[in-house]
């Protein structure tokens, strides 16, 4: 099935605040990090369950090669997956327990 993809506005503001830090520190990597970002929404919309549901049928993905985590919910009655956080597991592991 496929699924609509929706990006909750905090995630747009974070996946940029996370480009504008890796940019900062070196020139091509915020690129990248998009990049990753991109593919693992789309990993996410072809395997939907594939991944742990952690807490109030919110499911987890662990993106490769930057330290962050993907949270997202299913709905399937609507045929969307909402996107609702993409935050580095390094900086703030206490905000994932608040899911």
């Known amino acids: 099935m496929d699924y609509e993809i929706i990006l909750s506005s905090g995630v747009q503001a974070e ?3 996370s480009f ?3 940019e900062e520190k070196q020139p091509g990597l915020g690129e990248r990090f998009i990049s990753i ?3 693992s929404i789309l990993v996410i919309s072809r395997h939907t369950e ?3 549901i952690r ?3 919110l499911r987890e993905y ?3 090669k930057f330290p962050y985590l993907i949270i997202y919910e299913i709905v399937p009655e609507k045929n969307v997956i909402y996107i609702l956080h993409v935050f580095n597991s390094y900086l703030k ?3 994932k327990k608040s899911f």
């Open 15 to 17: 996946i940029q605040q």
């Open 20 to 22: 504008d830090w890796y």
């Open 37 to 39: 970002i991109e593919s």
């Open 50 to 52: 594939a991944f742990a």
């Open 55 to 57: 807490i109030h049928n």
């Open 62 to 64: 662990v993106v490769p």
């Open 93 to 95: 592991p206490e905000k």
